[in-house]
């Protein structure tokens, strides 16, 4: 118990640092850039651009949204309707996204949401677990083809990190090996193997058409959230898809594991540093800045203020049927259990984490 407190502590002071540094290190890079003109650059986005952005911005919540729909599907759950389940997880990935600890952030929203429509701790704790594992999958599999698609793009950072590292015959293996580990996962679900156990570690193969719809959904997402940037960036700047989608990859992936809220600083640093852009070279650098404070709206900001109104409207709504439903009226339906677990998390943890962090 001492120990999980620790951990509790630990975890927030680890992002807290990581916004401090990588905050140092975005001065340093900023530093010579006024606010002017970033807002210049802003502005100088077209409008179809602008609104490229936005439709992006949709595709990628509507793939989260498709996430939670198929980890209800995982679990036999059907009697919850799209438009609960598109509330729900937009909320959801909306503050999980600026707060941070997007597992168990996200796991108390839907812990609220979910258990109102029925469903036990135990089927929220796999449902959690399931999308935290797609997600992961279209990481994985979109960052595997990109590695192997152009083994060059490591080669951006080749004064920032060994040559081994930026080798293309690395980022070719690399890209294989993560390539290999989506096929062994899709291999598994098609043969129906065992799950493998590796200490909490649960590796449980879903069924083929679960798998295949993981396969769909966690790419469009990463596609849609990556879209953002590239449609921000004028063409003297941009890369092109693949290039903007790896080093988004890379971004998110490294804001998501330094535990910063919102990966705010993080993000921006590791993002600037893979564009590789000369140091005196403003205008281009004021461009990649604009591009990514569209993304901050469009991705984080944004849906965070709408999924406010959301939580307020619907512990209202909680608040005044629990007030109008007398003490022995109509109890909620409780969806039966069925004894499933997920990829990736401990449902059982989970669980208990859930349970406790609700009270």
């Known amino acids: 118990m001492f ?19 990588s905050g140092y290190f975005l001065y340093q890079e900023l ?8 807002w210049a650059a802003v502005l100088a986005i077209p409008p179809h651009r602008i609104l490229l952005a936005a439709f992006s911005t949709l595709v990628a919540y509507a ?33 999980s996204h600026n707060i941070g600890a997007s597992v168990f952030s996200g796991a108390l929203v839907r812990y609220r949401a979910y258990t109102a429509k029925g469903l036990s701790a135990a089927q929220v704790a ?19 083809f990109t590695l192997v698609y152009d083994p060059h793009l490591l ?16 980022a070719v293996a690399v890209g294989i090996g993560m390539l290999a580990f989506v096929a062994l996962y899709v291999a598994g679900s098609l043969l129906r193997l065992p799950p493998i156990s590796l200490r909490k570690f649960k590796l449980e193969y879903p069924r083929p058409g679960i798998m295949l719809r993981q396969l769909a959904a966690a790419p469009l997402e990463l ?12 063409d003297a700047v941009n890369p092109g898809f693949i290039p903007v989608l790896a080093i988004f990859l ?21 993002f600037l540093t893979a564009m590789n852009i000369a140091e005196t070279d403003e205008a281009r650098k004021n461009a ?50 069925p004894p499933v677990t997920a990829p990736g998390l401990d449902a059982h943890e989970m669980e208990r984490e859930l349970k406790q962090k609700a009270i």
């Open 288 to 337: 990649v800045v604009a591009a990514l404070l569209v993304f901050r709206v469009f991705y984080f900001w944004l849906p965070a203020l709408i999924s406010v109104i959301v939580v307020i409207a619907f512990e209202r709504s909680r608040l005044a049927a629990a007030i109008g439903t007398p003490a022995n009226g109509p109890k909620a339906t409780v969806v039966p259990e």
């Open 63 to 95: 793939a989260l949204a498709w996430y939670d729909r198929i980890a209800l599907l995982h679990l036999g759950v059907r009697h919850i309707s799209w438009l609960f389940v598109s509330l729900c997880s937009f909320t959801t990935y909306a503050l």
């Open 250 to 270: 890379a971004s998110f992936s490294v804001a998501l594991a330094s535990h910063a809220p919102g990966g705010l600083g993080v993000f921006e640093i590791v």
């Open 126 to 144: 796999v449902l959690v677990a399931l999308c935290s594992f797609t997600f992961f999958l279209g990481t994985v599999l979109l960052g595997g």
């Open 3 to 21: 120990m999980k407190k620790i951990s509790e502590f630990i975890w927030p002071m680890i992002g807290l640092a990581a916004v401090v540094v």
């Open 223 to 234: 596609l849609g959230a990556a879209g953002i940037i590239y449609f921000a960036l004028p």
């Open 155 to 170: 080669a951006r950072l080749q004064d920032k990190l060994p040559a081994i590292l930026t080798n293309p015959s690395t």
């Open 31 to 38: 530093k010579t850039t006024s606010l002017s003109a970033i």
